[in-house]
């Protein structure tokens, strides 16, 4: 198989497998609603657990992370290494802007964290106790989530993966831009903190 043919694959292919909504569907199945209609308006499982639902928020994050770490395993025992990181890519771009969904979907960090613990296991731990000492002393997910994911290029580097901080530092772009909203209120004061209503 030609390497276009095959990345063309792996575009293709991890961008339909990132971009199923289980929050969505997991929330409807079991008479939650839209979930689209409460809190930030999101299908990830920040806003799933606003349903009240811990089992469905859990549920929707270890999905929403098998999304790129499936994309990633098919691409690399069928197509090569370098398909199977723009397979987890694609998911993660699929889970953020799925075509079924109008190209609203999710902010993408569970995802970032399944693809990134897949490819280099590492990093992914690292940007994990990023995310963990955030939030215990800022006490905000969105900015735990940006100081963990923007930290990954680098750790990459210092690891020498120059190819997972390229790929850590894709997706890092995708979710800082998924997280303007959140950048805006951060910078103004208003962000909520965990305890408090999100929106």
């Known amino acids: 198989m030609s390497i276009p043919i095959a990345l063309t694959i792996a575009l ?11 929050g969505l569907l997991l929330a409807r199945w079991f008479g939650m609603g839209d979930v689209r209609t409460i809190g930030s308006g999101n299908i990830g499982a920040t806003n799933v657990l606003r349903t009240g639902r811990k089992d469905l928020a859990l549920a929707t994050l270890i999905l929403d992370a098998g999304k790129a770490a499936t994309a990633y395993l098919l691409a690399a025992i069928f197509l090569n290494p370098y398909a199977a990181l723009l397979a987890a ?24 964290f399944g693809g990134l613990l897949i490819a280099f296991w590492p990093v992914g731990v690292f940007c994990g106790a990023v995310w963990l000492a955030v939030a215990a002393i800022m006490r905000m997910s969105s900015l735990a989530a940006l100081m963990a994911v923007n930290s990954a290029p680098a750790i990459a580097l210092l690891l020498g993966r120059p190819d997972i901080a390229v790929f850590s530092g894709l997706m890092a772009l995708v ?4 997280h303007w909203s959140n950048i805006v209120r951060i910078y103004n004061g208003t962000e909520p903190v965990f305890g408090k209503k999100d929106t």
């Open 175 to 178: 979710i800082t831009i998924r």
């Open 89 to 112: 890519f694609a998911a993660l771009l699929g889970h953020c802007y799925p075509i079924w969904l109008n190209f609203k979907g999710g902010k993408g960090v569970a995802t970032f």
């Open 12 to 22: 293709v292919g991890g961008y339909l497998i990132g971009s199923v909504p289980f």
